[in-house]
């Protein structure tokens, strides 16, 4: 059937009445109530979706976008229809908003199907709000324009700037070491977050922003607008014209999600993720977005991809600035611009242009570009990519190291393992004078990891020990299978692979083990002999930690999760061979 015959808008996706005529009449008469004429109920419709909460501090101007949004729409000529999902307010959620990304996803995913809707601006942008989005419209079978909340302004502090959340950590650990007093950490507080909008930082909602704008689901140029910044509302308004334009288009001018999410663009995705030092949680969402259409996102591809490819944005955590400096200095076009002779250019993007067009287009109109905050590809801020991949007998499948924000000295070490069972345990001795552990020791999280009862955290980013601090101690060696916040700094390796929980060998370590770490040679070791290994296996089954639910939810997610290397989605959510 052609383009030019089938259904569109209210006539789309007919309720199944067993009378297709009855649903129409039906449907246009309920949608009728609501106040539209019959020349608006004739029109295509868009659906605008939206994740909108009192829980999503992030998503405090949500509203506006919203109509923004229809109001680019009605200009197009076309019906806007709005509709919330889940919204996944990262601080506000139990145990980790980790946990509730898939059931987001399959929200976006099921209304899309499900509503007749000719293409649809999604708006989002919270840690795991915007990977939900991008996992849940892969497959949609009407064209997809993200739109992203934009990230928050810095506040003045004592001659200073602040921006969530990479400051608050920071100041956290010197009212930790006694650096600062309760005073102090209060005025901070009040300072960290003060405007609507995803953290000033390259956390993981600015990473995953930079990250859609590369695939080519955002408009060009939208990324990095702050959230307050009028070219916001903007940017919103040109998706809801956009998303109009796609869905009058016919044959290959269409452009699903599918045609625009390929091996390609997440090569140019992970080439940018490098470049930005952006976060380690990109590597999961990115393998979960990208396993929804049967694409891998292999480590070892990503160490090749690091090596070539240095960071280049000067950007907390990794560098100085901010995101509304990077927006300034010509956002992620003009890391693009930098990258371009590393980048696929044949991409499709959402905007009808491929990648090397955009950039074509963007060097006639000789966009500026601030070299101090992006650096140029031959003189960047760092030599090599901001993520590297271990692996070795503590991480056969793979751990995660952000070396963009870690101490090099660190990055070849044997140390000491000092071993915390859980999240309970840690918080229960971490702080204790008595705790038996050295600056040159390795501690050692384990039960964090998706299958965890603890389901994968942002509770990497360990403290160091209060007595260390103290003396002074800013950085030591840290391995979990937990996350960390994109926001986060510090030598820490992330998503051992298997988890504890799921009997992989970081489950058996114990205190006094040797453990060895090379980013050279890509290796993360845990020097006990197999014997030893499988009399520990025998005495405690790692599996053990794994929590037992019942029903709902939880239930579904026990039963179904994947490890960090399946992207910690759900095995029936994957691309089907």
């Known amino acids: 059937m052609s383009d030019e015959i089938k259904p569109r808008g209210l006539a789309r996706g007919l309720t199944n009445y067993g009378d297709n005529a009855f649903s129409l009449y039906l449907r246009r008469s309920m949608a009728s109530s609501m106040g539209y004429s019959k020349d608006m109920l004739n029109k295509p419709v868009i659906g605008i979706c939206s994740s909108g909460s009192g829980y999503n501090n992030c998503h405090r101007l949500m509203p506006e976008l919203v109509e923004a949004a229809k109001r680019g729409v009605l200009a197009a000529g076309g019906l806007p229809i709005d509709f919330p999902t889940i919204s996944l307010g990262e601080v506000f959620l139990s145990p980790t908003s980790m946990m509730y990304r898939n059931l987001m996803s399959m929200d976006v995913e099921e209304m899309i199907r499900a509503q007749p809707?000719?293409?649809?601006?999604?708006?989002?942008?919270?840690?795991?709000?915007?990977?939900?989005?991008?996992?849940?419209?892969?497959?949609?079978?009407?064209?997809?324009?993200?739109?992203?909340?934009?990230?928050?302004?810095?506040?003045?502090?004592?001659?200073?700037?602040?921006?969530?959340?990479?400051?608050?950590?920071?100041?956290?650990?010197?009212?930790?070491?006694?650096?600062?007093?309760?005073?102090?950490?209060?005025?901070?507080?009040?300072?960290?977050?003060?405007?609507?909008?995803?953290?000033a930082v390259m956390g993981t909602a600015s990473t995953m922003a930079?990250?859609?704008?590369?695939?080519?689901?955002?408009l060009p140029g939208t990324a990095t607008i702050p959230a307050i910044h009028a070219d916001r509302i903007r940017a919103a308004e040109a998706s809801g014209v956009r998303a109009m334009e796609l869905a009058l288009a016919n044959g290959s001018d269409k452009l699903l999600p599918r045609d625009i999410i390929t091996k390609e663009s997440v090569e140019n995705a992970l080439r940018v993720l490098l470049a930005i030092g952006g976060s380690t949680n990109a590597i999961v969402h990115l393998t979960a977005v990208a396993g929804r259409l049967g694409i891998p996102v292999p480590l070892d591809r990503l160490n090749v991809l690091s090596d070539e490819t240095p960071v280049i944005v000067d950007l907390k955590p990794?560098?100085?600035?901010?995101?509304?400096?990077?927006?300034?200095?010509?956002?992620?076009?003009?890391?693009?611009?930098?990258?371009?002779?590393?980048?696929?250019?044949?991409?499709?993007?959402v905007a009808g242009e491929t990648l090397g067009q955009r950039l074509d287009r963007e060097l006639e109109e000789n966009l500026w570009c601030d070299p101090e905050v992006?650096?140029?590809?031959?003189?960047?801020?760092?030599?090599?990519?901001?993520?590297?991949?271990?692996?070795?007998?503590?991480?056969?499948?793979?751990?995660?190291?952000?070396?963009?924000?870690?101490?090099?000295?660190l990055f070849e070490t044997e140390g000491r393992a000092v071993v915390f069972r859980d999240l309970a345990d840690l918080a229960a001795r971490i702080d204790s004078?008595?705790?038996?552990?050295?600056?040159?020791?390795?501690?050692?999280?384990?039960?964090?990891?998706?299958?965890?009862?603890?389901?994968?955290?942002?509770?990497?980013?360990?403290?160091?020990?209060?007595?260390?601090?103290?003396?002074?101690?800013?950085?030591?060696?840290?391995?979990?299978?937990?996350?960390?916040?994109?926001?986060?700094?510090?030598?820490?390796?992330?998503?051992?692979?298997?988890?504890?929980?799921?009997?992989?060998?970081?489950?058996?370590?114990?205190?006094?083990?040797?453990?060895?770490?090379?980013?050279?040679?890509?290796?993360?070791?845990?020097?006990?002999?197999?014997a030893e290994l499988d009399k520990r296996r025998a005495a405690s089954p790692p599996?053990?930690?794994?929590?037992?639910?019942?029903?709902?939810?939880?239930?579904i997610y026990m039963?179904?999760?994947?490890?960090?290397?399946?992207g910690v989605d759900f095995d029936f959510l994957r691309a089907v061979d």
């Not at 090599?384 to 101490?407: C, E, M, N, Q, Y």
């Not at 039963?559 to 399946?566: C, I, M, N």
């Open 318 to 349: 990794t560098g100085q600035h901010y995101m509304e400096d990077l927006f300034a200095a010509g956002g992620i076009g003009a890391v693009l611009k930098e990258l371009r002779p590393l980048l696929n250019l044949d991409c499709m993007t």
């Open 374 to 409: 992006v650096k140029p590809l031959t003189a960047p801020y760092q030599d090599k990519g901001g993520l590297v991949a271990l692996f070795g007998s503590l991480a056969p499948r793979g751990a995660i190291l952000k070396r963009s924000a870690a101490d090099p000295k």
């Open 117 to 199: 809707m000719d293409a649809v601006v999604v708006i989002g942008g919270c840690d795991k709000t915007m990977p939900a989005q991008l996992m849940g419209a892969a497959n949609a079978e009407v064209p997809v324009v993200h739109c992203v909340v934009g990230p928050m302004m810095t506040s003045p502090y004592n001659g200073d700037r602040l921006g969530a959340c990479t400051d608050c950590r920071r100041f956290w650990g010197k009212y930790r070491a006694g650096e600062i007093d309760e005073a102090g950490i209060n005025r901070v507080e009040t300072g960290l977050a003060t405007t609507a909008g995803t953290c």
């Open 433 to 530: 004078d008595d705790l038996d552990v050295k600056p040159d020791d390795v501690l050692v999280l384990q039960n964090a990891g998706p299958k965890s009862p603890a389901a994968m955290p942002e509770a990497g980013y360990l403290p160091i020990p209060k007595k260390l601090a103290r003396a002074g101690l800013k950085d030591m060696l840290r391995i979990s299978d937990a996350r960390m916040s994109g926001t986060a700094f510090g030598t820490i390796v992330l998503h051992v692979t298997p988890e504890a929980a799921d009997g992989g060998p970081l489950g058996l370590v114990r205190d006094g083990d040797r453990i060895r770490v090379s980013v050279e040679n890509r290796t993360i070791e845990l020097l006990v002999d197999q």
């Open 210 to 218: 930079a990250i859609a704008e590369t695939l080519g689901m955002l």
């Open 559 to 566: 039963d179904h999760v994947l490890q960090a290397d399946g």
């Open 543 to 555: 599996t053990a930690a794994q929590p037992e639910f019942k029903r709902g939810y939880r239930k």
